[in-house]
């Protein structure tokens, strides 16, 4: 099982900024995940342990990148039609097998092996036909329509570097270099759980005073979009022995427990304790907004991670700190998401030294600019105003006061989400 080092989290309790919160996970974080060989259809979002060498050219001959005619551009009019006699024929897997010379055309079709001898292809609806022979009209240039052999991968070039999390096109370019298995991280075994006897799984019949729990289901989801193996533990009561032993016993062969709430010091709040009581438990105090409080900590030498209850708070300091984490853990690169610069239409006030995302909706304003229109209602537990976001407009510590037609940074739910 995969484990961290002893008291990884420890921190002195003071409110951290963001960026300095990053730099320590990423300062006492190491991979902990062990490597797999699995075939390409198998490796869609996986983390990449290898750099990927292509051993050989893409395209590996000179061939056409259209359906035409293959001719000497030497022997091409300038200024006037040209006509050529076709003598011959090139389709993709049947190449014309012999060289073509001066005064000759060749019919070829999109990916054929160019003959030698032709250096440019004229694409068909660009001519015209007269009998056996084709007519070229002029103003093509040498080389037009012609692939060159490795125009797109050169053998020996290294192709796919590790640590990145595969893309669709990256499974593509491993295949067109020819592999059929790749060597990646294999999946984070995440526990994941809720406490609370006011929770309730959905579709059961509501009892006074409870509701139904969606964190659980709003976590579990980022975590399988990451690629993560996740064992739902469902609801556990509020009763210390019962949290005791389900963590311990997830922590055996798992490599990340992680909850969302619970973790304060109330007399129904008995996750800290079990927690502390089979390891550490640290609570870090960030600057931001929502989402100021995340519990860190270890059962044994498996990572904890505790995270706000309130909806929004929960699925934003996952994104923030997790996300990362998670990413680390793997192997993988972990790069700041694309930030876009739009317009905000409104006006906000926030504290000094405490970044804050605020939930907001794109739309194309009369000039054609993209505008960031916030949700009305700001509350942490309002799950609704994360579904009708596209995504979060993120303010800076060191602003106090946005005015409405500033330029913002814009963050899409599209770049750290499934």
């Not at 005791?244 to 619970?262: F, I, K, N, Q």
């Not at 270890?298 to 708070?313: I, S």
């Not at 700001?378 to 407009?393: F, K, M, Q, Y």
């Amino acid at each position: 099982m995969a484990q961290l080092s002893d008291d990884c989290f420890a921190h002195g309790g003071r409110l951290m900024r963001l960026d300095e919160a990053l730099a320590l996970l990423e300062a006492r974080i190491d991979t902990i995940i062990e490597v797999e060989q699995v075939a390409l259809s198998e490796a869609l979002g996986r983390v990449l342990r290898e750099d990927v060498v292509s051993a050989v050219s893409v395209p590996a001959e000179n061939n056409s990148a259209v359906d035409g005619y293959a001719v000497h551009f030497a022997d091409l009019d300038p200024e006037a039609e040209t006509r050529l006699p076709i003598t011959g024929r090139a389709a993709a897997g049947h190449p014309l097998g012999r060289s073509a010379g001066r005064g000759e055309a060749i019919r070829i079709f999109t990916g054929a092996l160019m003959p030698e001898g032709p250096d440019t292809v004229m694409m068909q609806e660009d001519c015209s036909l007269d009998g056996e022979a084709v007519v070229i009209r002029p103003g093509i240039k040498r080389g037009s329509n012609r692939r060159l052999a490795g125009e797109d991968i050169t053998a020996g070039e290294t192709v796919l570097r590790a640590g990145q999390r595969l893309r669709p096109q990256d499974v593509g370019l491993a295949a067109a270099a020819g592999l059929t298995e790749l060597m990646v991280s294999r999946p984070l075994r995440v526990a994941l759980f809720s406490t609370g006897d006011e929770l309730q799984e959905p579709g059961q019949v509501p009892r006074p005073g409870c509701i139904y729990d969606s964190n659980r289901y709003t976590v579990g989801a980022l975590l399988r979009g990451l690629g993560c193996r996740v064992s739902d533990l469902g609801i556990l009561p509020d009763r210390r022995d019962s949290v005791t032993a389900a963590l311990g016993e997830a922590a055996v062969d798992h490599d990340l427990l992680l909850t969302s709430g619970g973790v304060s010091t109330g007399e129904e709040d008995h996750v800290k304790a079990a927690v502390e009581s089979q390891g550490k438990l640290h609570a870090w105090k960030l600057a931001i907004k929502p989402g100021r409080p995340i519990a860190l900590g270890q059962v044994g030498l498996t990572p904890f991670v505790g995270l706000p209850g309130n909806p929004v708070a929960s699925m934003v300091t996952f994104l923030a700190v997790v996300r990362p984490m998670i990413l680390r853990l793997l192997g993988g690169r972990v790069e700041p998401p694309h930030r876009f610069a739009v317009t905000a239409d409104f006006d906000h006030k926030k504290k000094r030294d405490r970044r804050e995302w605020v939930r907001a909706r794109l739309s194309l304003g009369s000039d054609g600019r993209l505008i960031a229109r916030k949700f009305p209602r700001e509350g942490a537990g309002i799950l609704s105003s994360l579904v009708e976001a596209d995504g979060l407009v993120e303010l800076p510590e060191d602003l106090t006061r946005l005015e409405s037609g500033a330029i913002v940074e814009f963050l899409p739910f599209s770049e750290v989400t499934p």
